[in-house]
């Protein structure tokens, strides 16, 4: 690698172009079939800058002769080895282009690669551009703070659909697909304020907390394509129309099959559906199990470890019996009995040891404890002359058990386009989502908490979340073989710092050192080249809010 100057003349005036370029000789060929590969174009750059790069690659193999060089200070620079390789990833993945190479597409660019580096607030991904090497990886041409990275989060909101559109048309350039999945979740809210935040189901069990909600629509391979976010009180079935439209519209798909589960395609959503020419894949729940039963569609015994498909008016049912889920789920039923039993003997010993304890409060305690084990409809309380009886419907139970395991998958989809084997398959690809919302809601992402408030900064933050869930769901397929998990793997890229070989007259360079062998695995399992050196960027990234001003004084 080295600098190479190129003179040209033009109109009687001579130019001048710096490159950085590279000597290469490909394999088989001549010892003097030498082919040189331009890396960067430094004719913009600073005349310092030039200087900088062209010392620190001239001593690039003794750093001990360089830091005695007169004029020049070595210091430790900034991390580089995690912004770099999550770069790299959102590159190869299109995210980069589809984002556009403008300033706001470069901001939007930095809050993914923050979100994947470091869950926060816009403030946190300010601070972090200032420790690492964002701007000279990024290439930012003029500095911002966390009140411009806010402002891009509106940016984000008005052109989702083109950053989607764009990056459906790079990853499906040669054949659009005919399989999406499709599921909702919710994210609870700290705060009052936010624009979305309204009381329905909650997901996550939080009480007295507002929510939104969160639809994510995947390809056939877990590839997340869309995310759309709603109100918090929008139920799963009312979002589901907006994605057959998104399909059809907005990415051009025919003859497309929506995957979804039993509580997301329902009748109106079918016909939704066949008005667009589109085929579904979901789930009947228990009571319409026995409905089907009571009709004679289908029979108890069909229900068997091996899949089994009936056919009732172009419908497709196809039934499977889970033996491990039916003796996990009877187990369950069994522990939660006992559960309550002995809760009931607690209370009989304590009510006949103490005469003037209180009857009916060891009775609510009983039943009260029954509620939450959801055992109101299989056993009957009563207090009667001091004593606590737990009756248990048997018969009942026996009726519950019928279906211990059990499940039935229905589609339209004909027989000559998928078997009962391939819908089976399809549906239990459902789990690519669930697994995509756990990602990013509680382990690495952290979708909450949301630090905004506004409809469109909230629909920009979700749209980072997922576009950083891209980058992470790679990292994790290239580390398979890693004895790391991604948050490990990124932790171990980040210790990697820069080498700041600075001149006295102000300009400066950044080389990268060697990585260690850990970090130098890590990065070929991504398959991804550390330069040897970067310029040096002079834009200045600040925060408005300072932590010595928010800390109480002692």
Same mark, same amino acid.
């Given at each position: 690698?080295?600098?190479?100057?190129?003179?040209?003349?033009?109109?009687?005036?001579?130019?001048?172009?710096?490159?950085?370029?590279?000597?290469? @000789?490909?394999?088989?060929?001549?010892?003097? &079939? /030498?082919?040189?590969?331009?890396?960067?174009?430094?004719?913009?750059?600073?005349?310092?800058?030039?200087?900088?790069?062209?010392?620190?690659? !001239?001593? @690039?193999?003794?750093?001990?002769?360089? +830091?005695?060089?007169?004029?020049?200070?070595?210091?430790?620079?900034?991390? /580089?080895?995690?912004?770099?390789? /999550?770069?790299?990833?959102?590159?190869?993945?299109?995210?980069?282009?589809?984002?556009?190479?403008?300033?706001?597409?470069?901001?939007?660019?930095?809050?993914?690669?923050?979100?994947?580096?470091?869950?926060?607030?816009? %403030?946190?991904?300010?601070?972090?551009?200032?420790?690492?090497?964002?701007?000279?990886? =990024?290439?930012?041409?003029?500095?911002?703070?966390?009140?411009?990275?806010?402002?891009?989060?509106?940016?984000?909101?008005? $052109?989702?659909?083109?950053?989607?559109?764009?990056?459906?048309?790079?990853?499906?350039?040669?054949? !659009?697909?005919?399989?999406?999945?499709? &599921?909702?979740?919710?994210?609870? %809210?700290?705060?009052?304020?936010?624009?979305?935040?309204?009381?329905?189901?909650?997901?996550?069990?939080?009480? +007295?907390?507002?929510?939104?909600?969160?639809?994510?629509? *995947?390809?056939?391979?877990?590839?997340?394509?869309?995310?759309?976010?709603?109100?918090?009180?929008?139920?799963?079935?009312?979002?589901?129309?907006?994605?057959?439209?998104?399909?059809?519209?907005?990415?051009?798909?025919?003859?497309?099959?929506?995957?979804?589960?039993?509580?997301?395609?329902?009748?109106?959503?079918?016909?939704?559906?066949?008005?667009?020419?589109?085929?579904?894949?979901?789930?009947?729940?228990?009571?319409?199990?026995?409905?089907?039963?009571?009709? +004679?569609?289908?029979?108890?015994?069909?229900?068997?470890?091996?899949?089994?498909?009936?056919?009732? $008016?172009?419908?497709?049912?196809?039934?499977?019996?889970?033996?491990?889920?039916?003796?996990?789920?009877?187990?369950?039923?069994?522990?939660?009995?006992? *559960?309550?039993?002995?809760?009931?003997?607690?209370?009989?010993?304590?009510?006949?040891?103490?005469?003037?304890?209180?009857?009916?409060?060891?009775?609510?305690?009983?039943?009260?404890?029954?509620?939450?084990?959801?055992?109101?409809?299989?056993?009957?309380?009563?207090? /009667?002359?001091?004593?606590?009886?737990?009756?248990?419907?048997?018969?009942?139970?026996?009726?519950?058990?019928?279906?211990?395991?059990?499940?039935?998958?229905?589609?339209?989809?004909?027989?000559?386009?998928?078997?009962?084997?391939?819908?089976?398959?399809?549906?239990?690809?459902?789990?690519?989502?669930?697994?995509?919302?756990?990602?990013?809601?509680?382990?690495?992402?952290?979708?909450?908490?949301?630090?905004?408030?506004?409809?469109? $900064?909230?629909?920009?933050?979700?749209?980072?979340?997922?576009?950083?869930?891209?980058? =992470?769901?790679?990292?994790?397929?290239?580390?398979?073989?890693?004895?790391?998990?991604?948050?490990?793997?990124?932790?171990?890229?980040?210790?990697? *710092?820069?080498?700041?070989?600075?001149?006295?007259?102000?300009?400066?360079?950044?080389?990268?050192?060697?990585?260690?062998?850990?970090?130098?695995?890590? %990065?070929?399992?991504? &398959?991804?080249?550390?330069?040897?050196?970067?310029?040096?960027?002079?834009?200045?990234?600040?925060?408005?809010?300072?932590?010595? !001003?928010?800390?109480?004084?002692?």
């Amino acid at each position: 690698m080295h600098v190479h100057r190129v003179k040209s003349k033009q109109g009687g005036r001579v130019y001048e172009q710096v490159l950085l370029r590279e000597s290469y @000789r490909e394999r088989g060929g001549k010892r003097s &079939d /030498v082919k040189k590969k331009t890396l960067l174009n430094l004719t913009k750059y600073p005349p310092e800058v030039i200087e900088a790069i062209e010392l620190a690659l !001239k001593h @690039r193999n003794n750093l001990a002769a360089l +830091g005695s060089i007169k004029d020049v200070k070595v210091t430790q620079g900034p991390s /580089v080895g995690g912004v770099f390789a /999550v770069y790299q990833m959102a590159r190869r993945l299109g995210i980069e282009a589809a984002l556009g190479l403008n300033h706001e597409g470069k901001l939007a660019l930095w809050q993914v690669i923050a979100r994947v580096l470091s869950q926060g607030s816009r %403030l946190s991904a300010a601070r972090l551009c200032k420790t690492t090497a964002a701007a000279e990886v =990024v290439g930012f041409k003029r500095g911002f703070c966390e009140d411009q990275l806010y402002g891009n989060l509106t940016w984000l909101a008005e $052109n989702q659909q083109q950053i989607e559109r764009r990056l459906f048309a790079s990853r499906h350039s040669d054949a !659009k697909p005919q399989l999406f999945l499709y &599921d909702v979740t919710s994210s609870y %809210l700290e705060g009052e304020q936010n624009a979305l935040a309204d009381w329905g189901y909650n997901r996550d069990k939080k009480r +007295g907390k507002k929510q939104i909600v969160i639809g994510l629509l *995947c390809d056939g391979d877990g590839e997340p394509v869309s995310t759309q976010v709603f109100a918090g009180n929008t139920t799963d079935l009312l979002t589901f129309g907006a994605q057959v439209k998104k399909v059809a519209d907005l990415f051009g798909c025919e003859r497309v099959v929506f995957v979804g589960d039993r509580g997301m395609i329902k009748s109106a959503q079918i016909k939704d559906l066949a008005k667009a020419g589109f085929h579904y894949i979901t789930a009947i729940t228990k009571p319409q199990i026995r409905a089907l039963i009571k009709r +004679g569609v289908i029979q108890l015994e069909l229900f068997d470890e091996s899949l089994c498909e009936i056919e009732d $008016n172009s419908v497709r049912y196809i039934l499977r019996r889970n033996p491990k889920r039916a003796s996990e789920m009877a187990a369950s039923r069994n522990s939660k009995l006992a *559960c309550l039993q002995r809760l009931a003997d607690a209370q009989n010993r304590y009510l006949a040891e103490h005469p003037r304890a209180d009857q009916h409060k060891a009775w609510l305690k009983v039943m009260e404890k029954s509620e939450r084990l959801a055992l109101g409809s299989l056993v009957r309380i009563t207090a /009667v002359e001091r004593h606590i009886e737990v009756e248990v419907d048997t018969e009942y139970i026996a009726y519950l058990a019928e279906l211990d395991g059990c499940y039935a998958l229905k589609s339209d989809l004909p027989a000559h386009a998928a078997d009962r084997n391939v819908i089976h398959d399809r549906y239990k690809d459902l789990a690519m989502v669930e697994w995509a919302f756990r990602t990013s809601k509680t382990t690495h992402l952290e979708v909450r908490p949301v630090y905004v408030r506004t409809e469109a $900064n909230t629909r920009g933050h979700v749209l980072v979340v997922m576009l950083a869930y891209m980058i =992470v769901r790679e990292l994790k397929k290239a580390w398979r073989h890693v004895d790391l998990t991604v948050e490990e793997g990124l932790e171990d890229l980040n210790r990697l *710092c820069t080498i700041q070989v600075s001149l006295k007259d102000g300009g400066a360079c950044l080389r990268l050192p060697e990585p260690a062998p850990l970090t130098e695995e890590l %990065l070929k399992a991504l &398959d991804v080249r550390l330069p040897e050196v970067l310029p040096k960027s002079t834009v200045k990234v600040d925060s408005k809010k300072k932590l010595t !001003k928010r800390r109480k004084s002692k």
